[in-house]
């Protein structure tokens, strides 16, 4: 087994990760915009690496709350994958789906709405990287946390720690009618799926 | 001495002396782990996130694990004044964030961050005189040097002294 040290990758495995994550945030929209039957327009996803120390700062402060949905990933990539959303993002998608008006807290119906959501835009995700890479790839069924930014960040960062000090993540921005919705997607590779998403993209990598 | 706060972030340590603050602000799986000598008040809290450092490939951040991050605290503690045999500790965090449908194959690594804390707390002899540990929840902790308390804080869990 090869280490993996995503603090020394170069500017080629990034350029393949945005790509990667241009497709797969791409399809995710495109599934989102027939799933509420409305055109979506998509800014080019942002691929983002931080340290542990700013990674529960991208929603303003650790302690804002966030809506957090979250899949096992399995098949020939293992790991993790983490679709992050502002309280205000979830409640425009809402609305856009269902017509209904979030009030003080997200009921269990909205709740299960945004695991549907999270759902059908990872499935998609996931789909485009599986045919890129020809590595069979599923997600288990969504789990959704709404709780402060910091918590919901740390499973994602927990992860990375395993391999590094930093983070990475894919920042997408796309605009429904007059709302704009922003969303962070976390794909989190188990160390030995990292190697294998890159070999079969044809990278090397630690200069081997 | 003005009440400074120090925040602590994911994979950070802070110490101070009475009357400082310590805070970490949106604990999730990770584990706070607060260390008090309560003759001279000299305070410390680490954030950790992974159990043990020698089970990982890449351990140079050791703030960033249970065992190095505390034995890290405790040498920065003696540093302004702190006795190592007196010190108590308070714990909080652990949380299993997602739960329920996902059926992971590892262990909930909340869960493994906090007995790694106590058996690592429990090797050097330091009691845990209060702990806030587990649930599907995240956390806000802040710690008062000036008289020992632990405040806890959630979203629609609570808040409370520990």
């Known amino acids: 087994m090869r280490d993996v040290d995503i603090n020394r990758l170069n500017e080629m495995y990034l350029d393949i990760l945005k790509e990667l994550g241009n497709i797969g945030a791409g399809n995710a929209i495109t599934a989102l915009s027939t799933m509420i039957g409305k055109k979506v327009n998509m800014q080019v996803p942002k691929v983002k690496i931080l340290d542990f120390q700013e990674v ?34 979830a409640a425009s998608l809402i609305w856009s789906l269902m017509g209904l008006e979030v009030k003080e807290e997200f009921d269990e119906l909205e709740k299960s709405a945004l695991e549907e959501i999270g759902n059908i835009m990872a499935g998609s995700y996931v789909a485009s990287l599986s045919t890129l890479t020809s590595l069979n790839m599923k997600i288990s069924p969504p789990a959704i946390s709404i709780d402060m930014a910091g918590a919901i960040l740390s499973v994602p960062a927990i992860k990375y720690g395993e391999i590094s000090d930093k983070i990475l993540f894919i920042e997408t921005q796309f605009i429904e009618g007059e709302k704009l919705i922003k969303g962070d997607f976390f794909l989190i590779p188990d160390i030995n799926s990292f190697d294998l998403i890159l070999k079969a993209l044809g990278v090397e990598v630690n200069g081997k | 001495m003005e009440n400074k706060i120090y925040r602590v972030g994911m994979a950070d340590a802070k110490v101070t002396q009475s009357p400082g603050i310590l805070t970490t602000i949106g604990l ?28 990982m490939s890449d351990n140079s951040n050791k703030l960033k694990f249970a065992d190095t991050g505390i034995q890290i605290l405790i040498e920065e503690m003696v540093k302004i004044g702190a006795n190592p045999k007196r010190l108590i500790s308070k714990i909080a965090g652990g949380a299993q964030m997602f739960s ?12 493994r961050n906090a007995i790694a804390t106590k058996e690592v707390l429990g090797k050097l002899g330091i009691p845990i005189v209060a702990e806030d540990i587990g649930g599907n929840y995240g ?22 002294y520990i």
Do not use: Q, W
Not at chain 2, 139 to 160: A, N, P, Q
């Open chain 2, 28 to 55: 999730g799986s990770c584990v706070g782990i607060v260390l008090y000598d309560p003759i001279t008040k000299v305070s410390g809290l680490v954030h950790i996130m992974l159990p043990y450092s020698n089970k």
């Open chain 2, 100 to 111: 329920s449908k996902i059926n992971s194959d590892i262990m909930n690594i909340g869960e």
């Open chain 1, 56 to 89: 529960s700062d991208i929603f303003g402060s650790a302690d804002t709350i966030i809506v957090g949905i979250y899949f096992d990933l399995d098949g020939d990539v293992k790991g993790n994958i983490l679709f992050a959303l502002d309280i205000k993002s």
């Open chain 2, 139 to 160: 956390r806000t902790i802040e710690f008062y040097s000036e008289d020992g308390r632990l405040l806890v804080k959630t979203i629609g869990y609570g808040i409370k």
